[in-house]
């Protein structure tokens, strides 16, 4: 069973930066496509970035594009979200997601196509 967990998350002045990882235990994490998806309150869970296994490709919200930036070290089986200048609308709790793949540059911006979540880590930017 994998299990994903957060962290990094906190309360934030806007133009801050902060940094969550994202321990994953259970699997064979260099496998693992991993993405980054957060949830405001009474909004549904969208898509911030993915990672493909072999770290080689990426990709991004466009509203956080150029401020955010997905990373992953497969020896500490740890994905990582470094997210610089941030704003009150990217206030949300922010969950980090794992799925299989045997293409080593797959990445998915869908939650459905992630069947590994971790319990969320909340980050609150204040204005």
């Known amino acids: 069973q994998v299990h994903l967990v957060e962290s990094g998350g906190g309360l934030v002045q806007a133009g801050g930066s902060l940094r969550l990882s994202c321990a994953a235990s259970?699997?064979?994490?260099?496998?693992?496509?991993m993405g980054w998806f957060r949830q405001a309150p009474g909004k549904e869970r969208e898509f911030v970035a993915a990672?493909?296994?072999?770290?080689?490709?990426?990709y991004y919200a466009n509203s956080v594009k150029g401020r955010f930036s997905i990373s992953r070290d497969n020896a500490k089986n740890t994905v990582y979200l470094q997210m610089n200048g941030l704003e009150p609308v990217d206030t949300a709790v922010y969950y980090c997601?794992?799925?299989?793949?045997?293409?080593?540059?797959?990445?998915?911006?869908?939650?459905?196509?992630?069947?590994?979540w971790g319990q969320g880590t909340q980050v609150t930017v204040s204005s």
């Open positions: 990672i493909s296994p072999n770290g080689g490709r990426t």
């Open positions: 259970g699997g064979a994490f260099s496998t693992f496509a």
């Open positions: 997601a794992a799925t299989y793949s045997s293409d080593m540059n797959y990445f998915s911006i869908v939650t459905y196509n992630y069947n590994h």
